[in-house]
């Protein structure tokens, strides 16, 4: 049996091989999408889309319910090589670890929790996964339960729920946490501000990016995952990422970087491959 230490090295080059059987597979079965068509992060239409909806960049902190942005455009499928490499993650340790639970931070319209659900923990040995989809809008999770009845995603996999009504902590301990796309400002031009580096910084502080990462940390199990594509703060800047060694890369980072050291933006290559998932190696 490999160990883990020579899975998490063989698992970025694993997912990426998957990945293209995967994409094969939805691609002659257009059925197996579940929601506004096949997509997956770093594709130059999607960051046109995401320039001008901002996605769904929502920060829900514990004690206060912050929304960054107001728009919840996504789609079906969105970072695959992400998803992916977390499959492969836990499927490792499947026999041992039957029962998971995982949560989609910020999941608007639910096409990130329905494609986990749909395609990658859908098979029988995955009947005891069960993934929480928080969101704070309640339209949008309104959404959300259709689009998940719509494409007849099994009720007993998906936990659709309002995080002002519900702290994400009631449904923890999560094995794995996704906050993509999430942790970022990235508005229409300057939003008012002299530059954006001035946007970023005054609408979503670095305080506020350690803030929302603590609530989750303290969320998530020891030994668990947490997935972050697209935030405007490196991860490993956090006191958080301290307790954390990262386990994939991903590409599909496109917004706005926060250099912290010499104060200023950087603009990344959504190309470029970058680490998108940690494992929790310690707690507080």
Known sequence: MLSKQTWRKLSATLATILLYFQLLRIISNP??????GGG???SDDEKDRFMRSNHDSI??????NKQIQKSHGTSMNRYPDEYLAIKLYLDHDLDSIPKRKILSFGSSTGEEAITLASLYFNSEKHEDYRIYAVDIDEPTLTIARKNAEKYNTPESKIHFFNGIETNIDVYGEYDVIFANSV???HGSGNAGFASMYEAITTRFPFEDFESTLLTLDASLKE???LAIVNSNYEF???NVSRRYEAVAQCEGN???KVDAEKKMLVELDMKVRRDCVWV???SI
């Open 183 to 185: 942790l970022c400002f």
């Open 31 to 36: 059925g197996a999408q579940v929601a506004n």
């Open 59 to 64: 920060q829900i902190a514990k004690e206060t």
């Open 236 to 238: 490993g800047d956090s």
């Open 280 to 282: 929790k190696t310690a």
């Open 40 to 42: 997956g992060g770093g």
């Open 254 to 256: 496109f917004v706005p």
């Open 223 to 225: 030994g668990g995952l």
